[in-house]
């Protein structure tokens, strides 16, 4: 669909560690190189650069991550000289650190400049505003939802005009996570290794163990649901935050919930894990720029329950194929979750299809990677 004719691409981002920047980096790195391009990424590098290896996209280690002002300046001498000496057309810019070396780079050198605003950005001084502010400075800004979108016409308004924004959300790779490619062997194992009922009932939530994701939220509800028979497997990692655990699992133990609720660091097999939930929870008490549990989830024909705050209320569509729930409210939750435990066959099969559909049609990995290369395209063009 687009010919970028071995046009070389660079985006830059903090390092390659996992997480949803650097797979959406990945991805779109992959669609410049099916569309004829050369994908170059520069960062400080990281446990996923194996990927752009193997997928023939080129990697340049520069210490991007760091916010020391004399390094961003530094960095930006190094990019102008990798953009010059690579014959780099255009920029893609996905934090702010590695943004601001790369938009003096870009703009020094008269090519297209363009971002990912990815998040919030809070700040609390107009200090911080500014710094924030590179990530509204693009020739084109990418907002993830439109949540971000009115965020950034909001906050960033003496920065950007409208027409300078394109939504274009994060996007699920529907060919892992596919509920027909999930084997009878990979439920198995994984029940045996959560130590999980042949066939009951499963609350999933999934996601980082801190106070905002809500996890006390969900305790809490599940507290109240008196007839509950099932698991409630909270699956995230405790890291930097052992005594929010603490306080968790305290809480479990105070309520007797014990038989009922299983704390997982890790898995490494996602689509098994969301095809055994009856459920998927996600109960954050802070607005979410996206959303992408939510996106996964769904892409496996499951049922959601989310708060109603930022992007989720843009992917569920309420009553449908998910319900929306007032945050912080640990009854309305309950109430939720008793609806979607007693779901018929038929009605949880005409949810899975609805589901998957919309992520499909809205938050899939080939809509992303064309809406992103169609903007690279126009810009070339132009160029």
């Known amino acids: 669909m687009f010919d970028l004719k071995h046009q070389m691409i660079l985006q830059v981002l903090p390092a390659l560690n996992q997480g949803g920047v650097e797979r959406g980096t990945i991805d779109i790195a992959e669609g410049i190189i099916k569309a004829g391009g050369k994908a170059l990424v520069i960062s400080a590098g990281g446990k996923l650069e194996p990927q752009l290896k193997k997928i023939g996209a080129e990697h340049i280690r520069l210490p991007l991550n760091s916010k020391n002002p004399f390094t961003i300046c530094l960095n930006f001498l190094r990019l102008r000289k990798f953009i010059r000496e690579k014959k780099v057309a255009l920029v893609h810019a996905r934090s702010r650190g590695p ?48 949540f971000i979108q009115e965020h950034i016409e909001k906050k960033y308004k003496n920065y950007i005009t409208p027409n300078k924004i394109k939504i274009i959300y994060r996007g699920v790779d529907l060919d892992y996570f596919d509920p027909q490619n999930v084997t009878k062997e990979r439920s198995e194992s994984l029940k045996k290794a959560w130590g999980l009922d042949k066939n009951g009932t499963l609350i999933l939530m999934v996601g980082r163990l801190v106070r905002w994701k809500g996890q006390a939220i969900l305790l809490e509800a599940l507290n109240k649901m008196k007839d509950f028979k099932g698991c409630c497997v909270i699956l995230g990692s405790s890291q930097g935050h052992e005594q929010y655990l603490n306080e968790l699992q305290a809480y479990v133990n105070k ?49 959601v329950i989310a708060s109603k705050l930022g992007a989720p209320e843009e992917i569920i569509e309420n009553e449908k194929t998910g319900l929306l729930v007032a945050p912080s409210d640990s009854l309305t939750l309950k109430q939720a979750l008793e609806t979607a435990v007693t779901f018929s066959p038929a009605k949880r099969k005409e949810i899975s299809i609805e589901a998957r559909k919309r992520v499909q049609n809205l938050f899939s990995k080939k809509v992303m990677i064309q809406e992103t290369l169609r903007i690279y395209t126009e810009f070339l063009q132009k160029k």
């Open 255 to 303: 309520n007797s919930l014990t038989d009922k609720v299983k704390f997982i660091e890790q898995c490494q097999d996602m689509p098994t894990a969301y095809s055994l939930a009856t459920a998927v929870v996600h109960a954050s008490t802070a607005p979410e720029a996206f959303g992408r549990v939510i996106a996964e989830a769904q892409a496996m024909g499951k049922f």
């Open 99 to 146: 943004a601001w070396s790369a938009y003096w780079a870009a703009r020094s050198l008269k090519i297209p400049f363009i971002t990912t605003f990815h998040g919030t950005y809070n700040f609390r001084n107009n200090g911080k505003k500014y710094y924030n502010s590179v990530m509204a400075r693009g020739d084109q800004v990418i907002a993830i939802s439109k």
